[in-house]
T-cell receptor, first 113, second 115 residues
Framework: DQQVKQNSPSLSVQEGRISILNCDYT??????FLWYKKYPAEGPTFLIS?????DKNEDGRFTVFLNKSAKHLSLHIVPSQPGDSAVYFC????????????FGPGTRLSVLP | GAGVSQSPSNKVTEKGKDVELRCDPI?????LYWYRQSLGQGLEFLIY????????KSGLPSDRFSAERTGGSVSTLTIQRTQQEDSAVYLC?????????????FGPGTRLLVL
């Protein structure tokens, strides 16, 4: 049973437009969420995080939105650039999970020039 | 190179053999994590080391898996009597401290194929 779901395995967006990557979770105890970006043959790199006390966190072109009632978060990239083409992982943790982050399966984003 | 390094980058082994995967964390990082990513899946937490504390082994899938961290630095993940379902990319990460808010820096991974 997947606790963190990313239902779109892939997404294609035109350069300059908005990319929206979605993530849904089932465990209401999750209170801290992360997004990671992964290029081929490299390890994931941290992108942005959000705590459940917030509903939005912004860092440059990247904004994460959290809807706790819907158990849904999304990552917005505006404007999208070809260098953003990568696999994006959503991850969640609960205060009583120790260091255990639960990761989604990832969404492959392709930004077309 | 100041990043997390892992070796080997690729490993092909026969079913039933033991394998050792190595991780060199960023110098000064006290926390070290092992994950694995099977095909089409997200990262699966395996084990966590923090300083001199007892490791959190809650993610290890079976007793064939073990890990050590010597001198608070280099870590070795050992898989005994490998099975085909062990085929995956094994990722190591380190962070400065062990809190949830600490950024984890990942290595490039070891791609393990069990024939």
């Amino acid at each position: 049973d997947q606790q963190v779901k990313q239902n779109s395995p892939s997404l294609s967006v035109q350069e300059g437009r908005i990319s929206i990557l979605n993530c849904d979770y089932t465990n209401s105890m999750f209170d801290y969420f992360l997004w990671y970006k992964k290029y081929p043959a490299e390890g994931p790199t941290f992108l942005i995080s959000i705590s459940s006390i917030k509903d939005k966190n912004e860092d440059g072109r990247f904004t994460v939105f959290l809807n706790k009632s819907a158990k849904h978060l999304s990552l917005h990239i505006v404007p999208s650039q070809p260098g953003d083409s990568a696999v994006y992982f959503c991850a969640a943790s609960a205060w009583n999970y120790g260091q255990n982050f639960v990761f989604g399966p990832g969404t492959r984003l392709s930004v077309l020039p | 190179g100041a990043g997390v390094s892992q070796s080997p980058s690729n490993k092909v082994t026969e079913k039933g053999k033991d394998v050792e995967l190595r991780c060199d964390p960023i110098s000064g990082h006290t926390a070290l994590y092992w994950y694995r990513q099977s095909l089409g899946q997200g990262l699966e937490f395996l084990i966590y080391f923090q300083g001199n504390s007892a490791p959190d082994k809650s993610g290890l899938p079976s007793d064939r898996f073990s890990a050590e961290r010597t001198g608070g630095s280099v870590s070795t993940l050992t898989i005994q009597r490998t099975q085909q379902e062990d085929s995956a990319v094994y990722l190591c990460a380190s962070s400065l401290g062990g809190g949830r808010g600490e950024t984890q820096y990942f290595g490039p991974g070891t791609r393990l194929l069990v024939l």
